[in-house]
């Protein structure tokens, strides 16, 4: 079973940027296809980004053009760089496998956008 450690959230204007960062333990982290996910207040968690093993990407309507998701391989991290950050992007954000999840989550980071 992976464990997953997601950091590298805060508070930030509207407009600004974060970059997430999401350290995978375990075996086959490297040929797993993974993904970033975020759970607004009140709403249920919600897929944001995928990234193949490959390298090829795929992402939500709602941040298309505004982040990007990498992974480093040879540390077993994936990245999510969200740029153009809007209030609606508050949430918390989490990394898990993708599209098909494993049942273990971490404690997920924070993203706090103000208007």
């Known amino acids: 079973q992976v464990q997953l450690v997601e950091s590298g959230g805060g508070l930030v204007q509207a407009g600004g940027s974060l970059r997430l960062s999401c350290a995978a333990s375990?075996?086959?982290?490297?040929?797993?296809?993974m993904g970033w996910y975020r759970q607004a207040p009140g709403k249920q968690r919600a897929w944001v980004a995928g990234?193949?093993?490959?390298?090829?990407?795929n992402y939500a309507d709602s941040v298309k053009g505004r982040f990007t998701i990498s992974r480093d391989n040879t540390k077993n991290t994936i990245y999510l760089q969200m740029n153009s950050l809007k209030p609606e992007d508050t949430a918390v954000y989490y990394c898990?496998?993708?599209?098909?999840?494993?049942?273990?989550w971490g404690q997920g980071t924070q993203v706090t956008v103000s208007s």
């Open positions: 375990g075996s086959i982290f490297s040929i797993n296809p």
């Open positions: 990234i193949t093993s490959g390298g090829s990407t």
């Open positions: 898990n496998k993708w599209p098909i999840v494993s049942p273990g």
